[in-house]
């Protein structure tokens, strides 16, 4: 036996239902029955929270991710800062405005050279991964 119910949808909603029940050429009614019975099911709760786990489990791998590839910038920014600092001699003072000067001009180099490897995708991650697989083929020929 079937119950009969009247109810209003907003527009916007009622529009989607059109939509979604002509484009799987089903009746509209049959959508709304499947919509409140998989609403209503107790099961329903359950496939809620397998979903929500199914995305935090994806953000928490791609924070790992992030976690990775900051640890791995931090530490090569450590690594350059600590070879340039015990192996770049102090300036004395005459040489101090030229060596300004070409340093402003290896910055702009610098700089140019980052955006152009931003541009084209390249990262310091996928050149450490491909010098690593590299060391490793060679290791095993």
């Known amino acids: 036996m079937r119950g009969k119910h009247t ?3 907003p527009n916007e909603l009622a529009r989607r239902l059109d939509d979604y029940a002509t484009a799987k050429h089903v009746p509209r009614v049959k959508v709304v029955e499947i919509a409140l019975d998989s609403f209503l099911s107790p099961d329903a709760a359950d496939r809620l929270e397998a979903a929500l786990a199914r995305r935090l489990d ?11 590839h900051s640890t791995i910038t931090n530490e090569s920014l450590a690594l350059f800062i600590r070879f340039w600092l015990t192996h ?3 300036l004395p003072d005459t040489a101090e405005p030229a060596a300004q000067t070409r340093g402003r001009e290896r910055y702009a180099g610098f700089i140019e ?3 152009r490897r931003l541009a084209h995708g390249d990262t310091l991650l996928d050149d450490i991964t491909r010098e ?7 290791k095993n020929s």
């Open 7 to 9: 109810f209003r949808l």
């Open 58 to 68: 994806r953000m928490s791998r791609a924070i790992e991710r992030l976690e990775r």
């Open 88 to 90: 770049t001699p102090p």
């Open 113 to 115: 050279a980052v955006g």
């Open 132 to 138: 690593i697989e590299a060391a490793k083929a060679s």
